[in-house]
């Protein structure tokens, strides 16, 4: 990569508790110690600790995401759900939409994108992740899948707003295994050409299974603008080997 602002989106998923509070401390440490260089970590914890996190964070240069909203802008009769506003109300800056995991519970591209609306509404930047499962793969249809997905999610919004697009190939995510390089350059390069035609101001990241030992390859794909990393950052020393790694 080159000298430009590097992401590195940590998504907890379901783990983490209020001992977590004092985790992260060593990533708020590391991040005040290497204030020189341009990067921005962005916890994404379960919403039990979204506040908690948000609070922590707030004299520092780290910031949060939540990893879903309901698509519903007004509050309202759904129950176990939070809106945009919630989230924007507790000092949260991003919100992850369209992850695979959710995605595998049946949200749809259109759902997707009425989440993606409302969440700009509230001022959120959006992280919206796409990519491909095995079975995609292998019936090589990546390519009308990603633009598909592209297409329906970022419908109807301003060409102006600033989005993450985390392409994160499903197969990758929780298996230990990546793209090649070739392969990763070839779907990035895909990705922008698609979502260039939608938005002017946007990042790309990849995601799946990140970790410190296959940064340094990842990190050759100059394309990139940081990482959408699960299950390795839920550990202080992963997540800072990983950011130190990408500097080198
Ligand atoms: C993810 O949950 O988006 C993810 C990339 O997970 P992992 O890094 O564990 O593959």
Same mark, same amino acid.
Request: hydrophobic share 35%.
């Given at each position: 990569?080159? +000298?430009?602002?590097? #992401? ?16 992260i401390q060593k990533v708020i440490k590391f991040s005040r110690l290497n204030s020189? %260089?341009?990067?921005?970590?962005? #916890? ?16 520092t240069?780290l =910031?949060?995401?939540?990893? /879903? ?9 759904? *129950? ?24 595998? @519970?049946?949200?749809?591209? %259109?759902?997707? +994108? ?8 509230? &001022? ?7 990519? =491909? ?13 990603? &633009? ?9 919004? +301003? ?9 994160? !190939? ?8 990546? !793209? ?9 390069? $895909? ?5 260039? %035609? ?13 970790? !410190? /030992? ?13 990482? @959408? ?7 202080s020393?992963?997540?800072i080997?990983?950011? *130190?790694?990408? $500097?080198?």
């Amino acid at each position: 990569m080159t +000298n430009k602002i590097r #992401y590195f989106i940590a998504n907890w998923k379901m783990y983490g508790d209020l001992s977590s509070l004092k985790s992260i401390q060593k990533v708020i440490k590391f991040s005040r110690l290497n204030s020189t %260089k341009k990067f921005r970590i962005i #916890y994404c914890p379960p919403y039990t600790l979204l506040g908690d996190f948000s609070r922590v964070v707030k004299k520092t240069s780290l =910031e949060t995401g939540a990893q /879903n909203i309901h698509a519903n802008f007004d509050f309202g009769a759904n *129950t176990g759900f939070v809106n945009s506003k919630m989230i924007k109300n507790l000092g949260v800056k991003y919100v992850i939409l369209g992850h695979s995991e959710n995605r595998a @519970l049946g949200e749809d591209n %259109k759902h997707i +994108n009425n989440k993606i609306l409302s969440a700009i509404k509230s &001022k959120l930047t959006v992280i919206l992740c796409i990519g =491909e499962t095995i079975t995609q793969k292998k019936n090589k249809k990546t390519k009308t899948i990603l &633009k598909k997905q592209i297409e329906v999610c970022l419908k109807g919004i +301003n060409k102006k707003k600033r989005v993450i697009i985390a392409y994160e !190939p499903v197969w990758s995510i929780g298996t230990g295994i990546i !793209p090649t390089n070739i392969e990763l350059k070839k779907n990035l390069q $895909f990705i922008k050409s698609i979502v260039s %035609k939608k938005i002017k101001n946007y990042k790309i990241l990849y995601g799946g299974s990140v970790n !410190p /030992n296959n940064i340094k390859k990842l990190n050759e794909i100059d394309l990139l603008d940081g990482f @959408l990393i699960g299950g390795a950052s839920q550990s202080s020393k992963k997540l800072i080997d990983i950011i *130190t790694k990408t $500097f080198k």
